[in-house]
């Protein structure tokens, strides 16, 4: 079959390209920037890339009409628009109109459950796409899941950063909402299996793990996992600000994205019971197996995908990549370094591990106060280190920065700031005839972005020099 895949950069879109294409369907992924791909999609011959925005109709012609089955996996968590329910709603409108188009008989939609009256934005925003993907077109096919359990995933992460770093909780009251995670391995079972499956057409079904648990018993069994003992206390005076400010502060996680969670959480998420389970044969695993599961991917350092490098926890950029790749030269204060390479292979594995849990080399107890600094002012702070301590891919998220160039046969590395800034800053690595040259690049906006950038040049002496040292000094 030749099957689309929109939300294709996602974290779940990532994950289900390659099941797709190991049976031998042809897969479209539909980006709304080709520079987010994955770059070994070149090499497949079974996997077609091509440029769509949603909210942009006039840019869906690139989607070929003789499509099979379409993958509606767009969301927009923690999407800074105010307005993000009518964007979601453009997005699945725009979406059914072209696909009514095409040959496509089954879109298939992951959606979030929805099983009581008082829903949370977000989740009415999921059921009000459900009711505007409904066409007589092509059969629609529903999987809603609640919780998604697994290596990278927001729920996850905030969880882990929860477990490890806080041995005693004071925890908001929500955390007695119950719910039923699944792993994610189980969620793209479901996607997976379903497609063209005609006994599914046109009918939902929630899809959910065999235990119903509290956000509480989820970190308590979390922390067994990991072998490590835990105590919770909850109580009832947290408004929902606060408890917002308290996922902040504590986890990876940014204020949006927290506040568009407190406001799910308090809602229980119970599944409906239907016979999906059978007909796919899936046969979820248990809170427990997940956990451990996503550990034994972060052991062997396969992380497919990671919600943080999703856009929707970027500080300033919304997808397109293309505008900041070229560097300005005028009106810009610069910081240039350059030094002998000895081991140019060497040099190239040390800046492409750099950040994360390896620091940044020199100075790094001054990046993580800046960190500080930065998150204290509502900004992303440190908090989302990297995905893959020695792999870096276009789009993905590193500390403060955004991967907006990366190949290691150019041997050039560049990087967009995230943080909050008077202005705009780059970190270009560029090696060109045995020399690495290091640029930091900073366009001030207004006169604040002109004092920032003094008040921070004594300290770029010495940081950017002993970096630069340090990355040739192999």
Known sequence: MKILVTGATGYIGKRLIPLLANDE???????????????????????????????????????????????????????????????????????????????????????????????????????????????????????KAGIIVGSGSSSFEIIRDLVEKLPFMIAPKWLNTKTQPLSVRDVLA?????????????????????EVLTYKQMLLQFAEVRGLKRSILTVPVMTPKLSSYWLYFVTSTSYKLA????????????GKKSDINNILKVNPLTYKQAVELAFEKIEQNSIVSSWKDSMVSSGRLRNNLHKYINVPKFGCFTDYKERKVTDTEKTIDRIWSIGGTNGWYYGTFLWKI?????????????????????????????????????????????????????????????????????????????????????????????????????????
Request: net charge neutral; hydrophobic share 40%; aromatic share 12%.
């Open 25 to 143: 369907h042809h897969v479209v992924c539909a980006v709304r920037d080709k520079l987010r791909a994955d770059k070994n999609y070149a090499e497949e011959d079974l996997i077609d890339v091509v440029e769509a925005d949603f909210l942009k109709p006039e840019t869906l012609q690139s989607i070929p009409k003789d499509i099979d089955v379409a993958y509606y996996l767009i969301h927009s968590m923690s999407n800074s628009s105010k307005d993000f329910e009518s964007l979601e709603e453009r997005c699945a409108v725009n979406f059914k109109d072209y696909i009514e188009t095409t040959n496509a008989k089954q879109v298939i939609y992951l959606s979030g459950i929805t099983n009581e009256e008082n829903l949370s934005k977000h989740l009415q925003s999921r059921k009000n796409v459900e009711k505007r993907l409904e066409s007589k077109a092509y059969a629609l096919t529903i999987f």
């Open 190 to 210: 479901f996607l997976h299996r379903g497609a063209g499956r005609e006994e599914l057409y046109n009918k939902s079904f929630d899809v959910f793990g065999p």
């Open 259 to 270: 506040t568009s969670l407190v406001d799910s959480m308090g809602v229980q998420i119970i």
């Open 370 to 474: 800046r960190g500080y600094i930065d998150k204290l002012f509502g900004g992303i702070g440190l908090r989302r280190g990297r995905t893959s301590p020695t792999d870096l891919d276009v789009g993905d998220a590193l500390d403060f920065w955004r991967v907006i160039f990366a190949d290691k046969e150019q041997q050039k590395l560049l990087l967009y700031a995230e943080m909050r800034l008077p202005g705009e800053a780059w970190l270009e690595f560029k090696i060109e005839n045995g020399v690495l040259k290091q640029t930091a690049t900073f366009r001030p906006r207004g006169l604040w972005g002109r004092l920032y950038w003094y008040s921070v040049l004594p300290f770029h002496g010495f940081i950017f020099r002993g970096m630069i040292n340090k990355l040739v000094d192999v």
